[in-house]
């Protein structure tokens, strides 16, 4: 098993899975995660929700940034920085399998 | 002279109300008296009044409260311990119901059901007097229990408990100390559905509306629609023990949210937010 890596090293050759941990509802689009082991909820809008079904620990964000890209037209290096920035906030959150959230004095 | 009360079911908690004060003991069980009577067996819980009573005037001096022989509360004055009694209610109901239990208001409309979740002091109380007092039918003013695997809802119609920021608004509610017991001002009062309007109380009912209320003084009364996920997040704030079966509770909320029309209500004016879940109640 991979060492787990840190919220903010993740770049677009990271592969997100979503955390075994997490319990996944959508509603109308939207998604409610219940983290099972903090008893935490989050709230991810209907774009977020899309991405967090997207993440199956196999694509990477390049891959996913250049499927969107095709799909969806736009800058694929503007949708990349946006998959970086959406899932280091995940990792920090602790949702994402095998990535721990850097605490500031970690830096 | 004891009084002894009826066994009495609060959702699926059986209990009995033994008072050495027989005028305590009629009066705590009026107000409980929208509380299904059944037959006690060996799972109802024994509740006792003993209260100590001062030779001079024959008035009860203190009082203490026990479940099954054990205290659980005491005080000088009847409402004191009423209002304790009603807390242990609350809390007895939430541990014995195998379900869901949520932190809400709620009121019935032809079998269906306005859930009010809401945070203490947040007047979730007072909406669900107003609305009785308007038509709707009362479910509950505290703790909203779903049927497993449904949006069915069994009503706990305990009194309305009232702080004393709304009891203007109630002026004729306000209750009577017991028969022949001089007490001070009561700190809250306690409502029997019945004291509000004759036949005010629901049957089974089903969740169809979700609405969270939060008074503001001075704001305009706003019914705002939100998102069914949004709602979740907050019905699950506003459920007991949560954190003890939390995936669970929320496959179980998720089949409330499903079935809801959801809101979140500014309340600035009760009449104004009657008028709003009137309108919303119609509308559906």
Same mark, same amino acid.
């Given at each position: ?31 409610? #995660? ?37 799909? #969806? ?16 906030? #995940? ?17 | ?52 009573? !001062? ?34 209610? +609350? ?8 379900? /869901? ?59 309305? !408990? ?28 306690? *409502? ?9 109380? !629901? ?12 008074? *503001? ?6 019914? /705002? ?7 979740? *997040?907050?019905?699950?704030? +506003?459920?007991?023990?949560? +954190?003890?079966? !939390? ?26 937010? /009657? ?10």
């Amino acid at each position: 098993m991979p060492d787990p890596v840190s919220d903010r090293s993740i770049d677009g050759r990271f592969a997100p899975a979503r955390g075994e941990h997490v319990h996944t509802v959508v509603l109308d689009g939207e998604g409610v #995660l219940l983290d099972e082991q903090e008893n935490r909820l989050h709230l991810l809008n209907v774009s977020a929700t899309l991405l967090w079904q997207l993440y199956d620990g196999a694509t990477t964000l390049d891959e996913l940034a250049t499927d969107l890209s095709t799909e #969806l037209g736009g800058d694929p290096a503007a949708i990349l920085a946006d998959l970086v920035t959406i899932s280091r906030h #995940l990792g920090a959150e602790g949702l994402l399998e095998g990535v721990v959230p850097e605490r500031e004095d970690d830096a | 002279m004891v009084h002894v009360a009826p066994a009495r079911r609060a959702v699926s908690y059986t209990f009995r109300v033994t008072s050495e004060h027989d005028a305590f003991g009629a009066w705590f069980d009026a107000l409980v008296g929208a509380l299904p009577i059944v037959d006690a067996d060996d799972d109802t819980a024994e509740w006792s009044i003993v209260s100590a009573v !001062s030779a001079a005037d024959e008035q009860p001096t203190s009082w203490r409260f026990l479940v099954d022989g054990e205290e659980r509360g005491s005080g000088q004055a009847p409402d004191q311990v009423a209002t304790t009694m009603i807390q242990t209610l +609350n809390g007895q109901v939430v541990q014995h119901w195998p379900g /869901v239990v949520c932190h809400a208001g709620c009121v019935s409309v032809d079998g269906r059901a306005v859930v009010m979740p809401a945070d203490p002091e947040s007047g979730k109380s007072t909406l669900t007097c107003g609305l009785v007092r308007a038509g709707f039918d009362y479910v509950t003013d505290e703790g909203v229990a779903f049927v497993a695997g449904s949006t069915q809802i069994e009503p706990y119609p305990k009194p309305l !408990s009232l702080d004393p920021g709304s009891w203007f608004l109630f002026p004729e509610l306000e209750p009577e100390p017991p028969e022949g017991i001089v007490a001070d001002e009561m700190a809250q009062w306690q *409502v029997a559905p019945a004291t509000i309007r004759r036949a005010a109380v !629901s049957g089974p009912c089903d969740a169809r509306f979700l609405v969270f209320p939060e008074y *503001v003084e001075g704001a305009d009364t706003e019914l /705002v629609p939100m998102s069914r996920a949004e709602a979740l *997040v907050e019905l699950a704030k +506003n459920t007991f023990e949560f +954190n003890q079966h !939390s995936r669970a509770s929320l496959d179980e909320l998720e089949l409330v949210v499903r079935a809801c029309v959801c809101h979140r209500l500014t309340v600035g004016s009760l009449d104004d937010a /009657v008028d709003c879940i009137r309108e919303l109640t119609r509308g559906a």
